[in-house]
């Protein structure tokens, strides 16, 4: 089974009630959306299902679909336990199924499914990825494996721990190699400290589709904490190299998370989209500038950024930050590359 260790209470915790003391007018209502990147779960007394997904679409955005991502809930128990999180892709696509009936409203819900097969498995990932496809019904792109890794605690703030290089292994290698073949991405979630591993391993694999989750998690807290230029110069640096691959794309969003080291969650009242703009603008423009719109894509990573800010609020602070691209480069940001990378259909 995959040796990932979950721990959800890394996340900054959901408060409806503090989130629901700021609200805005949506910014530019009628641009549209796909949202690459959000979970659907229900861990003990921390559940996100359609119900609130559907809440948080609905809020005044134009989100015309929406990818899941892997996030460890509703495995599979018994069996085979590397086969265990099929279970999660059959419960997604059972989801977006009840979507497509056209009885939920008109996002196209989990229209793409991430989920999670262990590659440390080596060969014997493919029949894992062979069976998480056909639990996808036509929907599974791709998967991801968290490979987080700092030697120091208070840096190594995911919610995965993972062990020390698990990107260089022979093992997990082995089972990369069979992404390609099957047609399937790879969403890669690291620290910025971490960089130069998945830039190698986008050099090794020309040929597989990697998305970069989170502007590549540069580290604000632990030993980081008090030197965000110093982190910003080495992360920005990082960046620039990754983006020399041609086949990675990057996700512009997650910044809402401890790791970034804001603390909007520590105020009496949440944040505007105006602080959040002002906050996060230098790490996503960064990513632009290295990678082109035509190879970024915002999410909204919810509901764990929504310990931070609300989904209405989220996108202002996005709208904002990009008030000055071109018509074009909007279509990109906001839908053209996600639907180019996860292959979907939806269309404004």
Same mark, same amino acid.
């Given at each position: 089974?995959?040796?990932? $260790?979950?721990?959800?209470?890394?996340?900054?915790?959901?408060?409806?009630?503090?989130?629901?003391?700021?609200? *805005?007018?949506?910014?530019?209502?009628?641009?549209?959306?796909?949202?690459?990147?959000?979970?659907?779960?229900?861990?003990?007394?921390?559940?996100?299902?359609?119900? *609130?997904?559907?809440?948080?679409?609905?809020?005044?955005?134009?989100?015309?679909?929406?990818?899941?991502?892997?996030?460890?809930?509703?495995?599979?128990?018994?069996?085979?336990?590397?086969?265990?999180?099929?279970?999660?892709?059959?419960?997604?696509?059972?989801?977006?199924?009840?979507?497509?009936?056209?009885?939920?409203?008109?996002?196209?819900? !989990?229209?793409?499914?991430?989920?999670?097969?262990?590659?440390?498995?080596?060969?014997?990932?493919?029949?894992?990825?062979?069976?998480?496809?056909? #639990?996808?019904?036509?929907? @599974?792109?791709?998967?991801?494996?968290?490979?987080?890794?700092?030697?120091?605690?208070? %840096?190594?703030?995911?919610?995965?721990?993972?062990?020390?290089?698990?990107?260089? $292994? %022979? %093992?997990?290698?082995?089972? @990369?190699?069979?992404?390609? &073949?099957?047609?399937?991405?790879?969403?890669?979630?690291?620290?910025?400290?971490?960089?130069?591993?998945?830039?190698?391993?986008?050099?090794? @694999?020309?040929?597989?589709?990697?998305?970069?989750?989170?502007?590549?998690?540069?580290?604000?807290?632990?030993?980081?904490?008090?030197?965000?230029?110093?982190?910003? %110069?080495?992360?920005?640096?990082?960046?620039? $190299?990754?983006?020399?691959?041609?086949?990675?794309?990057?996700?512009?969003?997650?910044?809402?998370?401890?790791? @970034?080291?804001?603390?909007?969650?520590?105020?009496?009242? &949440?944040?505007?989209? *105006?602080?959040?703009?002002?906050?996060?603008?230098?790490?996503?423009?960064? !990513?632009?500038?290295?990678?082109?719109?035509?190879? !970024?894509?915002?999410?909204?990573?919810?509901?764990?950024?929504?310990?931070?800010?609300?989904?209405?609020?989220?996108?202002?602070?996005?709208?904002?930050?990009?008030?000055?691209?071109? #018509?074009?480069?909007?279509?990109?940001?906001?839908?053209?590359?996600?639907?180019?990378?996860?292959?979907?259909?939806?269309?404004?």
């Amino acid at each position: 089974m995959s040796t990932q $260790t979950l721990n959800t209470s890394r996340h900054i915790p959901v408060r409806p009630d503090w989130l629901a003391t700021h609200k *805005e007018e949506v910014i530019e209502p009628g641009l549209p959306i796909i949202d690459p990147h959000h979970h659907l779960w229900n861990h003990p007394g921390n559940g996100y299902l359609l119900p *609130e997904l559907l809440a948080d679409v609905g809020s005044g955005h134009n989100i015309i679909s929406t990818v899941f991502m892997e996030c460890r809930s509703m495995y599979r128990e018994g069996g085979d336990p590397d086969m265990a999180p099929v279970g999660e892709t059959e419960f997604v696509n059972g989801i977006a199924a009840m979507s497509a009936s056209g009885g939920y409203g008109r996002t196209r819900i !989990c229209e793409g499914i991430v989920g999670h097969a262990n590659l440390t498995l080596g060969s014997k990932a493919r029949q894992i990825l062979e069976a998480l496809k056909v #639990a996808g019904g036509g929907r @599974f792109r791709g998967i991801r494996h968290i490979t987080t890794w700092h030697a120091d605690p208070n %840096a190594a703030i995911s919610a995965i721990l993972a062990p020390p290089g698990t990107l260089e $292994t %022979a %093992a997990f290698r082995e089972g @990369f190699a069979c992404l390609e &073949p099957l047609g399937l991405s790879f969403d890669a979630w690291v620290y910025h400290t971490q960089l130069d591993e998945l830039t190698g391993l986008a050099r090794k @694999f020309p040929g597989t589709t990697i998305v970069m989750n989170h502007v590549a998690g540069p580290i604000n807290v632990g030993p980081y904490a008090g030197k965000r230029e110093e982190v910003f %110069a080495d992360w920005q640096a990082k960046v620039r $190299t990754l983006a020399t691959c041609p086949n990675v794309s990057m996700k512009l969003g997650g910044l809402g998370m401890r790791l @970034f080291g804001f603390n909007f969650h520590e105020a009496t009242k &949440p944040p505007s989209s *105006e602080q959040l703009a002002q906050a996060w603008r230098p790490y996503i423009e960064a !990513c632009i500038e290295a990678f082109g719109p035509n190879r !970024c894509m915002f999410e909204s990573n919810f509901p764990v950024d929504k310990g931070t800010c609300s989904y209405q609020v989220l996108w202002n602070a996005f709208k904002r930050i990009s008030a000055k691209a071109s #018509a074009d480069e909007k279509a990109a940001l906001y839908r053209k590359t996600a639907a180019r990378v996860y292959r979907l259909k939806a269309e404004a």
